[in-house]
């Protein structure tokens, strides 16, 4: 009985322990539920959107378990703004959270160390946030983390947390395109699990640790874009799962050892802008899922090895700005994949094996500054998808091959500085895409003919007398002494006239009149309708030509230019002529009309199109203004402001007008560029890049004021998208980077600007200055500037100089990543400026470049 007893009490403490703890626990819960719709609505990121709690796992971008507790946190950014209110998220009330996501909700500040408090989180991404300030190192809390994702934020600095090698069970780590600095810690070697490890574009020095080796899961790793020193550590070439490897742009040495071949899985190789000596070891062409080989700008040197033939998945391959020697193997021909091949800037010698001819999928092949002999090879003239040639400053010699004509798809073809012979072939031609040609400095004879000067989009041409006769003012033609830029057509010899003139003559001279009496008749209709009733019906074409019915805008610019007379061309631009005319209303205006056979072809439609689109909708003072445009069946045209000085190029190269072009002009045509480019790269969205900055594409009105003009080449930058592109834009003035990478950015305007300004200062382009760094060290200021001014005598002026020429040397620097945003160019001119340090006369470039100058009462820096 007393047995019975004490078991039925054992088992009603049990019972009484069990409904305790249950209680507890189910109190404990609901607690936490409490505290997780606590924290929501004391956020305030879903104040527009709803307060009602008891619905929080309704709410957008909230998900939860069975029990009710968040899960995860993914709202959209154009439904939820949480902005600042980032740091007011409670993060340790969400103990079951595995997901948040904040990509792109431009946040700003700094992340809160709560956010360490996150104990189930799986997936943290934070990139595009606009955050700034350090990682705080509570982020090692975080260990069931896999995915993390805080790249491009610019301003998050101080060095990458040790603590992050707690996290060992992440897959995938993304810090890329901030402004980490100081060493990779080795601590990351701990994370056996990563697939995905990219540092890329920041302020990291020191040595890749030996660590990095012990991560052999890896597939990605990306350290490109920073500042590292030393040797590849052998301990990487373990990572035999890595399929990309991206250590561009560092200060990295040594050579390609040969135990590179263990990296069976490499695709892609990208060890360009580096230190990298020695030979290219034939290791290297055992790695046959090779499709990307970036080895320029280095200090390789060697033959490149026949074995190369035997990548026959490659699809890039840059060997450029290295010392090279020997011939170019026979056996690339083999490499039917292969889409683009540099090998430009070496010492490669022979001839260009016409082997290459068999690279069906070629579009650009970059053979420039080497020391190739030999003919052009017909071959070439195979490659049907080729867009882009480079065969300038080698010792070719012979004809220039007329089958180049068969390559419809040609863009830009480079021939200048080699010994060709003979005359342009009118077989060029057919080449109707061509847009940028130069094939100046060789031995060439003949004449410009005028239909290949205009496929160009860089030849000016003036035609003399009756219109028949035409000067070819360009340099693209310059340096050979028995090719003719002027033409006119034959004259006639008298003698007995041929009999098919008796016939033809009468049925012409008829002909000739009765066009003769049409276009009196038009004439004096389009004088009558000129008077009184035609401004009466068709209104203020000026102010109203968005409104304006297309037919009668075409009538009035018929009228205006007599039918496009010869005598109302001012120039010739990349796809078409342009006029000058006077509307009804009296306004002067600009007329870009697209030659007949231009205007039937979908490329220059596309140009078109796109430069309407873009002028319609940005709105800047230096930025050419379109008053409207017309799409008639005839023709095309765009109708712009007028600018009565013509482009800046035309008054930097006249004597008298340059000087017109005084020192506080200049700055000042420099700063309204800066101002143009920072607005459409940071001001318009998508940003958009211009493309094409030179001093063609810059025009002066009647004060000599800048605007920037021509926008057909330009685009629209979607950060989303590869921005890989066709090379455009003007020689001379094109960022190195886009010739091997092919892709666009905002820098590569910041490039082009750079060169514009100085030419600005210097009075011309200044190509000879930069093709040699080492004569900035002892070049003075004063002695590049334009020599037909004389010398700035105001301090203010002088200043002005000093901070134009040391933004333009910053914008020319060879790292895209090194340059300075237009946004911050634009706003350092704005900015109040003091005394010079050190007389004008004495400055030397080399001090601009390493920004030594005081000019606004510190050390000038250019922070990138």
Known sequence: MASSLTNSIFLGVLWSAILLSFATTLLAAVSSLESEAVALLESGWWSSYSNNISQRCNWHGISCNNAGSITEINPSANVIQVGDRFGKLNFSSFPNLVLLNLSDRKLGGNIPPQIGGLSALKYLNLSYCGLSGELPSSLGNLTQLEFLDISYNDNINGSIPPQLGNLKNLVS???????????IPFDLGQLTNLKSLLLRVNNIDGSIPSEIGYLTNLIDLDFSGNMLVGLIPFTLYQLTNLATLYLHSN??????????????NLRVLSIYDNRFTGLIPLALCRLTKLEIVYLLENEINGSIPSEIGKLNNLKYLYFGANNLTGPIPSSIGNLSKLQAMSLGS?????PVPKEIGNLEALRVLHLSQNKLSGSIPSSICNLSKLKALYLDSNLLEGPIPKEIGNLEALKVLYLSQNKLSGSIPVQLGNCKNL??????????SGIVPLYIAKLTNNSLITYKGDGDCYFINDKAFDGNKDLSHYACPPQTKSGRTPYYMKIALPIVISSVFLILGCLLLSRFKAKKNQVGPLTTKNGDLC???????????????????????????????????VYKAQLPCGKIVALKKLHRLEAEDPGFDKSFRNEVKILSEIRHRNIVKLHGYCLHRRCMFLIYEYMERGSLFWVLSNDDEAVELNWIKRVE??????????????????????RDISSNNILLNSSLEAFVADFGTARMLHLDSSNLTVLAGTYGYIAPEVAYTMVVTEKCDVYSFGILALETLMGKHPGDLLSSPSSLQNTKLIDVLDKRLPPPTSQLVAQNIVQAATLALACLNPLPKSRPMMEEVSKKFVSSQKSLGIPLRIITLSQLVNHEMHIEGKKETCHV
Request: proline share 4%.
């Open 435 to 444: 847009s940028t040609l130069d094939v100046s400095y060789n031995n060439l």
């Open 173 to 183: 780590l993304n810090l890329s395109w901030n402004q980490f600095a100081g060493v």
């Open 251 to 264: 200060q990295l040495e040594g050579s390609i050892p040969p135990n590179v071949e263990n990296l069976k």
């Open 669 to 690: 045509i420099i700063k309204s560029v800066a101002h143009a480019l920072s607005y459409l790269h940071h001001d318009c969205t998508p940003p958009i890049v211009h």
């Open 543 to 577: 102010c109203s030509i968005w409104n304006y019915d297309g037919k009668i805008a075409y009538e009035d610019i018929i009228a205006a230019t007599e039918d496009f007379d010869i005598r109302y061309c001012i120039g010739t631009g990349g796809y078409g002529s």
């Open 346 to 350: 070496n010492l490669l010698e022979g």
